[in-house]
Structure formats: structure tokens, C-alpha cells
């Protein structure tokens, strides 16, 4: 490893990021000191994990007020937590978070980086990230931005994550010498605003130390990731309404969607559309969307029916009142159809017929 000494190539970002840095509702004002709340922290390093800032704000100043401390969380049922996450996303986070707070609140804040990683939701970056703001630990976080940021700067060719281990050591004096808080926020808010994909090295107070700007390799370093083809599929998205319930899936333990209510979704490819005027009851359509996740993308249609009688549910499934789905927590794809249901629908020219989609959703005769 020959790069030079890390405190004398990163010098400039320390007062940069003093004079540029954001006001952020979870950046403490002082940053040569521990932070007074590194709850707050830790609220703020969950929800974003991949999730952008300006989404992130609202959803931390709500959550902050009505969770203000690990134990507030902990003691909370896990549908009020789900509920006040609702629309940001990956779910599981605010499992991993509510596990947390009951740790924190039951044996207090760990004492060292090992400790922080063993926190429920917190891998190396968080845990290392935890560690330089809230507690003024000088240690290296390295997330996306980050890897990007070194690897210019450091002209380092090939994926800089194969160098993780190297580039902390490296890093390391840095935090001591400049401040682990400052330092780790600089890095991070450099690749958020300045040395971003595209980046903008006019405003970069590195340009004129960055190996990959003086060579003029900024756009091929580091190399852009290729992701996996996506799976697609399509679905019918199904209100069923009977006596003033709705039919639901309860919330799983396990999987993407855990801990949230579901609309029953059925494969679009394995119930043939008919003509509406064929159907023995109406059916209420809204025009479809497609729902992108990670690694899927899902063609929805969405349906509402409305029958006489409610019949027994499949197991997995069961009626809940209409009134009270507004209380309930539903991933994106499932609220906008909650949504939708007070709106002026359509009847759609076909659609599948609703004896099938009951016969989908109903216990098997006895």
C-alpha cells in the first residue's frame, strides 16, 4: 500500500464539511464530542440504509417523537412499529431496530465495535458508522459512497471493495487526527453531494489531490456493478368485501413483507380473464401499475368485488373490518389499493371471474 498518509490527503475535507455540511435532524451540533443521543444515531443508520436522505427526514422527526428513547420502542406492539415505518420500505429494519432498543434498553449501549455489530440490523458499516458519530470511536465506515469517494481519490482500478480491509487501516489516522464524527459524516456527505456517480469536481475540495480527476478517469472509476435481470410477473391485486370486511393476509414472521398485511395477489398468468359482462356480480377496476422491488417487478391489477356473504377464508387469510384498515400497516404495493377503494373505480372490459378468485382465496370443502 503506497497512498499517502490519509490525515494529509483528507485535510481539506474536515473544514469543507464544516462550512458545506447539511442540517440533518440527526447530526449533532458539536462534533468533537460524543453524541448526546446515540439513539438518534441509530434511528437514522437504519433508515437509511438504502433509502435516500430527503425521504428519510419526515420519517425520523415522526418516529423520534413518537419513540424517543430504545425503551419507548421496545415496549411498543410490533403493528404500531410497522405502522409508523409504513411507506419507507424494507420492513425488516424496523424489527432489526425495535430488537435493538429491547437490547439497549435491557443491557445498555455496547462498549466497543464487536458489541455494536452484534446489534440486531447493524453489519460492519453501521456498526462502524454507530461508532465514529455517536461515540467519537475511530472507526473507518465504508459504504457505497465511501468506496466510491477512496477509490477515486486513491486511484485505486477494480471494485474497492476487495480492499476494504486495507483502505480502513489506511483511513484510520485520518478519523484520529481529524475528528472520527467529522471525518465519517465528510466522507459520507462528499459522495452524497460531490463525488457522487456523476460527479461535480468543480465543488469537490479533493479535485486537485484526486488520483482518478487528474487522470481523467472519474466516469470508469470505480466500475458501475452489474446488476441481475429483474423477475417479472404479473398479478391480480383483490379487495374481496363482504358484510363490511375485507379479506387480508395477516402479518407473516418471515420473508420481504413480514409484519405487514397483504391483499390476497394472484397470478395474472393462471386465471383467465373474461368478459365483465359474463360476471355474475360487478367488479371495480383502476387503471394497473408496475411495482419495482430489488430484484422483481410486478404488473398489478387492481381489483375490488363486492359479495353477499363472506365464505371461510383459506388458512393464511382472514376478514378484518374495512373501517380499520387505515390502522393496519401494508407495504407500498397493498396501500395504494387501500387507497384506491374510496375512488371512483371502473368496470373493466375483463377480468377474472369472481367465482375463481373466491375459489383462490376459500378453505377447501369438507
Not at 286 to 315: C, N
Request: proline share 11%; aromatic share 8%.
Amino acid at each position: 500500500m503506497s497512498w499517502p498518509p490519509s490525515p494529509d490527503l483528507l485535510a481539506p475535507l474536515a473544514p469543507w464539511f464544516d462550512q458545506m455540511r447539511r442540517a440533518l435532524p440527526w447530526r449533532a451540533t458539536n462534533l468533537d464530542a460524543p453524541h448526546p443521543d446515540p439513539y438518534a444515531v441509530l434511528v437514522s443508520e437504519l433508515m437509511l440504509q438504502q433509502t435516500q436522505v430527503a425521504t428519510v427526514v419526515p420519517y425520523f422527526t415522526r418516529w423520534m417523537d413518537r419513540f424517543p428513547t430504545p425503551r419507548a420502542l421496545a415496549e411498543t406492539d410490533e403493528d404500531t412499529v410497522h405502522k409508523a415505518w409504513e411507506g419507507l420500505g424494507y420492513y425488516r429494519r424496523a424489527r432489526f431496530l425495535k430488537a435493538a432498543a429491547g437490547s439497549i434498553a435491557a443491557e445498555g449501549w455496547p462498549g466497543d465495535l464487536d458489541g455494536l455489530a452484534e446489534l440486531p440490523g447493524l453489519g460492519p458499516y453501521s456498526a462502524a458508522a454507530m461508532g465514529a458519530i455517536a461515540f467519537q470511536w475511530a472507526t473507518p465506515a465504508l459504504d457505497g459512497n465511501a468506496f466510491r469517494v477512496l477509490a477515486r481519490l486513491l486511484l485505486i482500478a477494480g471494485d474497492p471493495k476487495v480492499r476494504a480491509a486495507e483502505l480502513r487501516t489506511w483511513l484510520a489516522p485520518a478519523l484520529e487526527a481529524h475528528g472520527p464524527s467529522r471525518m465519517t459524516q465528510a466522507i459520507m456527505e462528499l459522495g452524497a453531494t460531490a463525488c457522487t456517480p456523476a460527479p461535480a469536481c468543480g465543488t469537490c475540495p479533493l479535485a486537485d489531490r484526486c488520483g482518478a480527476h487528474r487522470a481523467g478517469r472519474t466516469g470508469d472509476i470505480p466500475p458501475i456493478a452489474k446488476r441481475a435481470k429483474a423477475k417479472e410477473s404479473a398479478l391480480w391485486l383483490v379487495a374481496l368485501e363482504a358484510e363490511g370486511q375485507v379479506l387480508l393476509h395477516p402479518p407473516s414472521a418471515k420473508g420481504l413483507l413480514a409484519g405487514l398485511w397483504r391483499w390476497p395477489a394472484l397470478d395474472a398468468t393462471a386465471l383467465t380473464p373474461q368478459l365483465t359482462a359474463q360476471s355474475p356480480r360487478p367488479i371495480i377496476a383502476w387503471p394497473g401499475w408496475t411495482q419495482v422491488y430489488t430484484h422483481r417487478r410486478e404488473a398489478v391489477s387492481p381489483l375490488h368485488i363486492r359479495l353477499d356473504a363472506r365464505f371461510k377464508p383459506a388458512g393464511g387469510l382472514r376478514w378484518v373490518l374495512r373501517e380499520g384498515l387505515a390502522d393496519l400497516p401494508l407495504g407500498r404495493r397493498d396501500q395504494r389499493l387501500r387507497d384506491l377503494l374510496p375512488t371512483p373505480g371502473q368496470t373493466p372490459l375483463s377480468a377474472p371471474d369472481p367465482r375463481a378468485l373466491v375459489k383462490a382465496c376459500a378453505a377447501p370443502s369438507e
